[in-house]
């Protein structure tokens, strides 16, 4: 159905752009439509038959060291660190281990770039031909980048093809659109004199990204910096380096001169930290949890006092109001919280049900869990794949023991999947009060808690009872009950009957401590640009 679309954009099929695509995409998408199970189907939920005969992607590691001044080059300490799939644990391959020496060489070929190199004295229009080239690149090279997307992060194949990639690809037409349209103003004075402004690039970018989107997250941070004529130091997640890596590399074939965009992959506590407090680097983008985000702000303000915006965690209300038709709500519901092995920081993790739809609502949404189909993400009609590691794994987990622990209501799941990898089964909680562990931490797992309501002023009370303000859904047929809702949640966004509709125009982020400034949309650019004012007075004006 419609609503369990991430936006209309992204449901256009990758067959319109195959005639662009090389004979060995067009191989590799063959193969991994296959279902290898030996009936052709598998069941749902109960057992491991989804996870027999793991699909390899036939896909060549090409890049795995940091890309720094246009080149490939190892670590400056030579280590590596491994890179896993996540529906095994075992080594997909060995990436350069970067730290604070590879952040000194990158920024510096950075600052380079931007004071001496000729991106930013480029025509704006020069600088769209090149993100349009590459956004053309990343087309034909999309079944590739979504095979190894879910590789190392072990999301649907089919989510990575026919949503991200084509997201992936608009974000950067969109982005390539706003290069020769960024301007500033002349400004009326007080005087005889003329006063103008000026939007300049803010200089060298400091950009560390999460793993659960990795090649979207690498849309949000590197568009809108490209477009306003900023050179970029990007660090990528240690868990998921590799799309970066391989699409920096086709910026490159699009023309980006070398230093612009440099790619280091490493641990947050060494690399992570020595960008973020890095005195020549004049701006700092995150995106991950809130205890990191705290840290990198203080980094920033301890060194040079660069500017910062952080998009960081959630704990979404996601409101089915006594109107409601409830398939339609148990659906949406089940897609805002399960999407990306609940993996999403605007997850609607909070399922605010009223109590004359409460008892139907939870059967259909326990049966609906129970459907979900968990296995190999690279079969056809797989919709979750693996948690992203261990460590996610074990937290997802000790969560799931504490709902139980907390006298919560187990109507489903509450244990792994299989018996290899860091599959966990679609868990759903009943009965669940606003001061137990699952409905006030950000779990970043398959658990839905589902909570009763009796009228809209409590759950208004309730939903904004906590320290995020990310997102938010309302799901009703009532006009003013959903302007009534919209106006008194405090989230940067609120879905009326659909969720995560991200379309590259929408702006994203958080109020409290989800975060500082936006992401997407016009409103990004101003995360990259100074304003500088001008001003010239003026003999004997004709007019004023």
Aim: aromatic fraction near 10%; glycine fraction near 8%; charged fraction near 20%.
């Amino acid at each position: 159905m419609a609503a369990r679309r991430i936006s209309s954009l992204l449901t256009r099929s990758l067959s319109a752009s195959s005639s662009s695509s090389s004979s060995a995409s067009a191989s590799l998408l063959s193969s991994l439509g296959k279902n290898s199970s030996k009936n052709g189907s598998f069941k749902r939920f109960s057992t491991t038959t989804a996870l027999e005969e793991l699909i390899v992607p036939p896909l060549q590691i090409s890049y795995t060291q940091n890309l720094i001044d246009g080149k490939f080059v190892d670590a400056a300490s030579g280590k590596t660190f491994p890179t896993y799939d996540p529906r095994t644990g075992e080594v997909i391959a060995h990436v350069a281990e970067g730290d604070a020496e590879d952040i000194n060489r990158a920024v510096a070929a950075a600052r380079k770039a931007f004071d001496e190199g000729p991106w930013p004295k480029m025509t704006p229009y020069e600088r769209s031909r090149i993100l349009l080239r590459f956004a053309d690149l990343v087309e034909k090279h999309s079944e590739e980048l979504a095979a190894l997307e879910t590789w190392n992060n072990g999301k649907p194949h089919e989510q990575a093809s026919k949503s991200e990639l084509p997201l992936l690809i608009r974000l950067f037409h969109y982005y390539a659109g706003w290069a020769d349209k960024i301007h500033g103003l002349t400004v009326p004075a007080d005087g005889p004199y003329h006063v103008q402004t000026l939007h300049e690039p803010i200089g060298v970018a400091g950009q560390i990204i999460p793993w659960n989107f990795p090649l979207i997250m690498f849309a949000w941070k590197v568009g809108p910096a490209l477009a306003c004529g900023n050179t970029i130091v990007l660090k990528t997640a240690e868990q998921t380096p590799l799309t970066a890596l391989y699409v920096a590399k086709l910026f490159h074939e699009a023309g980006l001169p070398p230093g612009v965009l440099n790619v280091v992959s490493g641990y947050g506590p060494t690399a992570g930290a020595a960008l973020a407090s890095h005195m020549d680097v004049d701006k700092v983008a995150f995106t991950g949890s809130t205890d990191t985000g705290k840290i990198v702000l203080e980094l920033a303000a301890k060194s040079n006092l660069k500017p910062v915006t952080l998009e960081l965690g959630g704990k979404s209300p996601f409101i089915v109001c006594e109107d409601a038709d409830v398939d339609k709500a148990v659906e949406l519901a089940h897609f805002a919280l399960f999407f990306n092995q609940g993996q999403c920081c605007c997850a609607g993790s909070r399922t605010f049900v009223h109590e004359h739809v409460y008892d139907e609502f939870l059967e259909k949404a326990k049966a609906r869990a129970l459907r979900r189909v968990v296995g190999d993400p690279f079969k056809k009609g797989v919709e979750q794949g693996p948690q992203i590691d261990s460590e996610q794994f074990e937290k997802v987990l000790r969560y799931i023991r504490s709902g139980i622990d907390s006298n919560a209501t187990l109507e489903c799941g509450g244990d792994r999947f299989g018996t290899k990898g860091y599959f966990i089964q679609p868990t759903v909680f009943s009965n669940v009060t606003d001061d137990m562990l699952i409905a006030k931490d950000e779990i970043f797992g398959p658990v839905q808690s589902i909570l009763k309501f009796k009228d809209l002023d409590e759950v208004i009370r309730r939903a904004n009872t906590t320290r995020y303000g990310l997102a938010a859904g309302v799901f009703t047929q009532n006009i003013d009950t959903a302007n009534t809702l919209t106006r008194a949640l405090r989230t940067g966004t609120v879905w009326i009957n659909c969720f995560d509709v991200f379309d590259a125009a929408i702006p994203f982020g958080g109020y409290k401590m989800s975060g500082i400034g936006r992401e997407k949309g016009i409103y990004s650019l101003h995360n990259y640009l100074q304003v500088k004012a001008v001003v010239t007075p003026l003999k004997n004006p004709a007019w004023l």
